[in-house]
């Protein structure tokens, strides 16, 4: 009701605007938006189009491409889960337990953000190759993680931590103890309290934070490919194939092979913000 | 002594609560919250503290000198160059959009605002390697732009303008992200108020507004930097690696790398360590002094709703 007057306010009056500046801020947001973002991802779309589609689609289905991209969203959501599994323990401990250096601790999740991609690569690579720190470890158990697809998965699941960590960390501070105390009161275990009453509030975030990492996990580039082994058909990513294809001055296949993979993270970041949406409409219920 | 901490640790907000209220510490809890903690940390050392640790490990593997001689090379010190070049162009250019893009979204009502903050955030949704494509469908020797390019001899790709731009690119919406949710919490009554007492526009901005952001405007500096001096993808598209003239620090750690040189590689992957180790502890600092900016980058759609509404 309020809403609807006030828009009929304003189709009555012109809204006042006591501050200056609206026109040039504006103006130059959407210029500089348009020059640096918009009109080169339009680029990627206009060339494809060129193709035609039976070209764009003989581009797209080679064995090698679909198994570049199995592999890119198969080591993502894999990567995402054990961090949806992790995160949610690490973010729990965060916010809920004290111990020594706990601030050190929280500072360093975010970690993943600030290390260049390529120093997260080549680190990761010293830890898991067979005779790495890590490696040397799990190689007698007949385990390989360096230059195998599980390397991926590594990879991404270091990318991708802090989203889920960090997507949960403020709906956990912000849940309400008393809840799960009178839980406690009415006999309800520490696990039922968990499941029945702490659960269903994070269900909104975990899935946000999942998103998350798995759309980071899927263009991850510099962290992927030291670890990766790049073998075609096995251990080859997309963002990889794309630039094998540039070198190759096969622009039209890198350019739908672009395509393909911005209108998934277009898709994904489109269902996120609808999450996010939804997640805060829960939360403004309350 | 630190286990004892972390058994006898409980909920600060326990110990405010009415006596009767309060519930006894179980053994069980206790175990179970210490295996909770420790698989956690377990957790982060795997995949944190390992391979921070690994990379000074190994820079530092074959000695001082020969950690000092790896980035005192002249290719490794002209990576260094243009890597802060880059930052230095890139970084203040995002900071003008970032400030202006806030102040529009902020302190004013428009259609499709939401719209906009959308695409504001489309770059974090492209993978670094198609940022760089993009400008190489551009700006390439074959791209729409290249053939006028080449014949007035302006050189982007391979050159320090298309790194320039990639890096811009994926850097793109940083300070904005940051400064729209703190702009939005301080509402325009400030700005209002000195605008009524004479001051201009401009003066409104920097007396006013300017101090009101200052440190969430230096947080969204500080990770859009990180991010810019890092980038790895979409500068390795665009750069041509031409040694010692288009190669940044990330990329020439991975030439070394790939040449073996596996020392010298972490000597210089050692040094972003540090600048990745700076951030956090700045991020750290600035969060310590206003901890609504914690979560900002994360939850600055959700806030941002929340001011629309």
Redesign the interface.
């Known amino acids: 009701m309020a809403a609807s007057a006030a828009a009929m306010n304003q189709s009555f009056r012109r809204?006042r605007?006591?501050?200056?500046?609206?026109g040039?801020?504006?103006g130059?947001?959407l210029v500089?938006?348009s020059l640096?973002?918009?009109?080169?991802?339009s680029?990627?779309f206009l060339?494809s189009a060129g193709m035609g589609w039976e070209g764009f689609a003989a581009a797209v289905t080679t064995p090698r491409v679909l198994a570049s991209l199995r592999l890119s969203f198969g080591a993502a959501a894999l990567a995402a889960l054990i961090n949806a599994v992790?995160g949610l323990?690490?973010a729990?401990?965060?916010v809920?337990?004290?111990?020594?250096f706990k601030?050190f601790?929280?500072?360093?999740?975010?970690?993943?953000?600030?290390?260049?991609?390529?120093?997260?690569g080549?680190?990761?690579t010293?830890?898991y190759a067979p005779n790495?720190?890590?490696g040397r470890l799990i190689e007698p158990l007949g385990l390989k993680v360096a230059f195998t697809p599980l390397g991926v998965v590594v990879a991404m699941?270091?990318i991708g931590?802090p989203?889920v960590v960090?997507?949960l960390?403020?709906v956990l501070e912000e849940l309400d103890?008393e809840v799960e105390?009178a839980a406690?009161?009415l006999g309800a275990s520490?696990w039922q309290t968990f499941v029945r009453v702490i659960a269903p509030t994070l269900w909104p975030p975990l899935l946000t934070g999942f998103a998350?990492a798995f759309?980071r996990g899927?263009?991850?580039?510099?962290s992927v490919i030291?670890i990766a082994g790049n073998m075609p058909l096995v251990s080859e990513i997309t963002?990889?194939l794309?630039?094998t294809k540039?070198e190759q001055y096969d622009?039209p296949g890198?350019?739908a092979l672009?395509v393909v993979?911005?209108v998934m993270?277009?898709t994904?970041?489109?269902g996120i913000?609808a999450l996010?949406?939804w997640?805060?409409a829960r939360h403004g219920k309350k | 002594m630190n286990a004892a901490r972390v058994l006898g640790a409980t909920y600060a907000a326990d110990r405010t609560e009415p006596l009767h209220l309060r519930r006894r510490p179980r053994a069980g809890l206790n175990v179970m919250r210490l295996l909770l903690i420790l698989v956690a940390l377990g957790f982060l050392v795997l995949f944190i503290g390992m391979p921070l640790v690994v990379v000074f490990s190994q820079a530092l593997s074959k000695g001082w000198h020969t950690y000092v001689a790896a980035i005192a090379d002249p290719n490794a010190l002209a990576a260094i160059r243009l890597t802060v070049l880059v930052a230095a162009i890139a970084v203040p250019s995002n900071l003008v959009f970032g400030v202006a893009a806030s102040w529009a979204i902020a302190k004013f009502e428009f259609r499709g605002k939401s719209a906009l903050i959308t695409l504001i955030d489309l770059p974090f949704a492209v993978s670094p390697v198609i940022s760089g494509l993009i400008y190489v469908l551009l700006f390439g020797a074959s791209g729409w732009f290249g053939p006028w390019l080449m014949e007035h001899d302006i050189r982007i790709m391979f050159a320090v303008p298309g790194i320039v731009l990639a890096t811009t690119f994926v850097t793109f919406p940083f300070v904005a992200r940051e400064l729209i949710p703190v702009m939005q919490a301080q509402g325009k009554d400030d700005e209002e108020t000195a605008l009524s007492l004479g001051a201009s526009g401009w003066q409104t901005f920097w007396f006013v507004t300017l101090p009101n952001i200052r440190w969430g405007l230096l947080y969204g500096v500080l990770l859009c930097n990180a991010r810019a001096m890092g980038e790895f993808g979409a500068v390795s598209v665009v750069s041509g690696h031409i040694r010692g003239l288009t190669n940044t620090m990330p990329l020439h750690v991975e030439i070394l790398y790939n040449e073996y040189n596996y020392a010298a590689a972490f000597a210089v992957a050692s040094l972003l360590a540090l600048l990745a180790l700076m951030t956090l502890a700045g991020k750290s600092l600035l969060e310590w002094r206003r901890p609504e900016l914690k979560y900002g980058a994360l939850s600055a759609d959700r806030q941002t709703k929340r001011g629309m509404t």
């Open positions: 809204p605007r006591v501050l200056p500046g609206f040039l801020t504006l130059y947001t500089y938006l640096i973002v918009l009109v080169p991802l680029a990627a060339r992790f323990l690490v729990w401990v965060l809920r337990y004290q111990f020594p601030r601790v929280d500072a360093l999740v975010d970690l993943p953000f600030a290390l260049p991609t390529a120093v997260a080549i680190a990761l010293a830890l790495g720190w890590i699941t270091f931590l989203f960090r997507t960390q403020p103890r105390q406690a009161t520490g998350l759309a899927v263009g991850e580039y510099g030291f963002p990889l794309i630039i540039l622009y890198a350019t672009a993979m911005l993270s277009f994904l970041m489109l913000n996010q949406t997640a805060h």
